[in-house]
């Protein structure tokens, strides 16, 4: 007997499978997209990763950067001649580099480190082009550009350069091109500008060089071989009686942004996978409802012989359905988003892509995630729908639906007299589910704290940047060609509107030595006066220098990268530019950023100044406004430079401090927008959740709205129902995402902060976030609620009286 039933049992079962994802499509598209969106996401993001750990370090390496840079006194051919024959070498050139300033027409000024490259084509250091010409002619100009430092200069364009002599020179842009070697966290850096040495003969400089690039033989990516080679090099030209300013060591298999780049790719991985354990929940609502719903035909089944293994293996094959559905989207549009946001950060570190292509463990994860997790979120509503009895699937009975005494949906209607009662009901209805309102408020909170917690990232990285501002620049920052005494310069300043006050600052870039003569890293030195106002740093360690201390120094954290054990009293051997080495004692340490480089350390001025024989002068002056904004700070950068103009002083550059941190702000608002994209997705899935859950709500609703319809219920105080409880979920979720915002924003910043300074970043909280996502979850919740209101208008009485 047993024969004869079972061919008549499979095919109904699968005709109701087919059934089940055809006929209900709006909870076929809800599950499927819940499902889609972190198959999509995770895609995306190893996607991306996995071409930009390839393709950007191989981008680098095409270009042959150099391994060793060398900062030193002028040299001429015979020198690089010299030193391209030294024992592991491969090639050496030289540039000549000066800063100089230059501007379109009567625009302001920006300052430009000037690049003097040979006349023949460079081997080392390949500018990548990315509009016009690769090589210059004679009083032609190249001009680099990244996210950080954009020149706004055209093909053709005619800038006005002014060089350190003062003399001033015409260049027509011929080409916009891409450095790769430039691509770094600099607050102080400028953009490059490349001209060849008969450029420069013809403005009555000599043709000499004065950095070197050196590459070692092989693929560039032994630092022990690079070493010996650049203590060779160095050696070479101390024979040579110059002076070696500074020295820098790169890999060649390493580009300078890898490792941030990478760290902020797997921070958007962690988000992904956030996004994908949501998408879990919502399959667990919707079977659990689907289950709910379809109880007692489970019952029917089973009473015409089904097992519940068949019953299980029905629903879980329904899941895969809902799986391979998912797959097929998501899987062709996380390649293509994959590379395309591989492609824009690659595009803003100036390095290129080999091209588009799938990326087999992309694949491979995301086949494993749209198939494993459905079913391993759908298995155990499906088990305990698949074992419930007959009796009581058949029933009418139903555990949820019993009312408990005490519960909210029973509360005495005199306590909320003022309140109509079909709004009482929305609120009723929102608390009949507990399980299912948990699950979609569980979704939607988290979207709406990651929501939030990107602008509380946003801010808290903005403030680390003004931050850092105090470091590099004041309200307007003046350097000359030559030091002029502070008393000279500060007299002359105050006397023009709207300055405030102005503060003279020594600097250098020294060196730190080891017990063996060996040197240990570079250092960068300020000397501000003893009273500044400009510098206000957060000690770790330690305290601010004392008037008149001598050779004592506060030092950048980064230090510990190099002395670990380090403490204020401690002992640093440091060595000025043409100074012997001297033990400097340490009485600070302060908090900055890894990623910017070298360590940085504030020493006293009087005492720095004489030490360079520069008794009471400094070159470089930092302005303080009387006004703070950005078109007050530029108007009176340019009087400066007008009244300065006027009284001959020799003006190197003057820049506002509104230009470099709105540089700065536009690689922060990058992250910004790469981490919204995320918090996008995410809400999206909070979105489903919510609109399957309501959707959900109206279908178990449909005998009561039923009843509404014949005691004369009107179409607009039914979709009235149904949006005030999708109202109420997402202020619930709003008020929830506050909280829950605040410990996934301290989570985001320790990764970012790991990746760019070595050490977490304090959480700046801001408002804007919690208005904008009250905002989007107000628009979210009656969206998701439109759809099954209106559905639930459009019910008849028949139909909802008839419904079962």
Do not use: C
């Amino acid at each position: 007997m047993n024969s004869d039933i079972k061919p008549n049992l499979l095919k109904p079962r699968w005709r109701k499978v087919f059934s089940d994802l055809w006929e209900d499509r709006t909870r076929t598209g809800l599950v499927v997209a819940s499902i889609a969106v972190g198959v999509f996401a995770i895609g995306m993001i190893i996607s991306a990763y996995l071409i930009l750990r390839e393709d950007i370090d191989r981008s680098y390496a095409a270009i042959d950067p150099p391994n060793i840079k060398i900062a030193t006194d002028p040299f001429d051919k015979d020198l690089v001649q010299l030193i391209g024959k030294l024992p592991a070498v491969k090639d050496a050139e030289g540039r000549y580099i000066i800063q100089i300033r230059a501007r379109r027409g009567t625009e302001s000024w920006q300052n430009l480190k000037l690049v003097g490259i040979p006349d023949s084509p460079a081997t080392i250091n390949l500018l990548d082009p990315i509009e016009g010409t690769q090589f210059p002619p004679k009083n032609e100009v190249l001009v680099s550009q990244w996210v950080m430092h954009i020149t706004g200069y055209k093909i053709g364009d005619t800038i006005h350069v002014e060089i350190p002599d003062g003399s001033k020179h015409d260049l027509i842009v011929a080409g916009i091109v891409s450095d790769q070697t430039t691509s770094e966290i600099d607050l102080s850096a400028t953009n490059n500008a490349y001209v060849t040495l008969k450029t420069l003969e013809s403005w009555g400089l000599n043709g000499n060089f004065n950095e070197l690039y050196v590459t070692v033989n092989g693929s560039g990516s032994d630092p022990e071989l690079i070493a010996s080679v650049a203590d060779r090099v160095k050696q070479q030209i101390k024979d040579s009686d110059r002076e070696v300013y500074r020295m820098d060591e790169k890999l060649s298999t390493e580009h300078p942004m890898t490792n941030t780049v990478l760290a902020v790719i797997g921070l958007l991985g962690a988000l992904a996978v956030l996004i994908t354990i949501l998408s879990s929940s919502l399959i667990i609502n919707t079977l659990t409802a689907l289950l709910t719903q379809q109880l007692r035909q489970i019952g029917i089944m089973k009473l015409v012989g089904a097992r519940s293994y068949q019953i299980l293996e029905m629903y879980l094959i329904l899941i895969l359905a809902y799986s391979l559905i998912a797959l097929v989207l998501a899987l062709p549009l996380g390649a293509i988003a994959g590379y395309g946001l591989a492609w824009f950060i690659a595009n803003l570190m100036g390095a290129v892509l080999q091209g588009f292509r799938l990326i087999p463990a992309a694949v491979v994860v995301q086949v494993l995630i749209a198939i494993l997790i459905p079913l391993g979120a759908g298995y155990f509503p499906v088990n305990s729908g698949a074992r419930t009895s007959v009796q009581q699937a058949i029933s009418s009975f139903r555990p949820a639906n019993k009312a408990g005494k005490g519960n909210f949906r029973d509360l005495n209607t005199k306590w909320f007299g003022w309140i109509s009662r079909p709004i009482l009901l929305s609120f009723r209805n929102t608390f009949r589910k507990w399980m299912r309102l948990l699950l979609t408020i569980f979704t939607l909170t988290v979207a709406g704290a990651v929501f939030i917690a990107v602008f509380n990232v946003r801010d808290s990285v903005s403030h680390l940047v003004s931050q850092l501002m105090q470091h590099f620049m004041g309200d307007v920052t003046v350097n000359f060609r030559r030091p002029y005494r502070v008393g000279e310069i500060e007299q002359n300043f105050l006397s023009i509107p709207g300055v405030k006050g102005v503060e003279g600052w020594g600097g250098a870039s020294g060196e730190i030595w080891d017990t063996n003569d060996n040197v240990v890293t570079n250092l960068s030195i300020s000397a501000p006066p003893q009273d500044t106002q400009l510098l206000h740093p957060e000690f770790v360690a330690g305290r601010w220098l004392l008037p008149g201390e001598k050779r004592a120094m506060v030092v950048s954290d980064t230090i510990y990268s190099y002395y670990p054990g380090l403490k204020p009293g401690d002992s640093l051997i440091v060595k000025l530019p043409g100074q012997q080495k001297e033990e400097w004692n340490v009485v600070g340490i302060f908090r900055f950023v890894g990623m910017l480089g070298e360590p940085l350390a504030y020493a006293n001025f009087e005492y720095f100044a004489d030490e360079m024989h520069l008794h009471n002068q400094a070159a470089s002056y930092r302005v303080i406004t009387e006004s703070h904004d950005a078109a007050s700070q530029q108007a009176l950068a340019r009087r400066i430079d007008q009244y300065l103009k006027d009284r001959n002083f020799a003006v190197q550059s003057e820049q506002s401090g509104y230009v470099l941190q709105a540089n700065v702000t536009q690689g922060v608002n990058i992250l910004v927008v790469v981490l919204l994209i995320m918090a996008i997705l995410t809400s999206l899935v909070g979105s489903i959740g919510l609109t399957g859950t309501m959707s959900i709500n109206v279908l178990e609703r449909t005998q009561e709205i039923g009843v509404m319809r014949t005691i004369g219920a009107v179409d607009r105080v039914i979709m009235q129902s149904v949006v005030i409880e999708g109202l109420v979920i997402g202020l619930i979720t709003w008020v929830l995402a506050i909280g829950l915002s605040f410990p996934i924003s301290q989570l985001l910043l320790t990764i970012i902060g790991e990746s760019i300074s070595g050490s977490a970043i304090k959480l700046s909280f801001t408002p804007l976030g919690i208005l904008l996502w009250l905002a989007v979850v107000i628009v979210l919740s009656v969206l998701a609620s439109i759809i099954p209101a209106r559905n639930a208008a459009r019910l008849t009485i028949n139909e909802v009286l008839a419904y079962e």
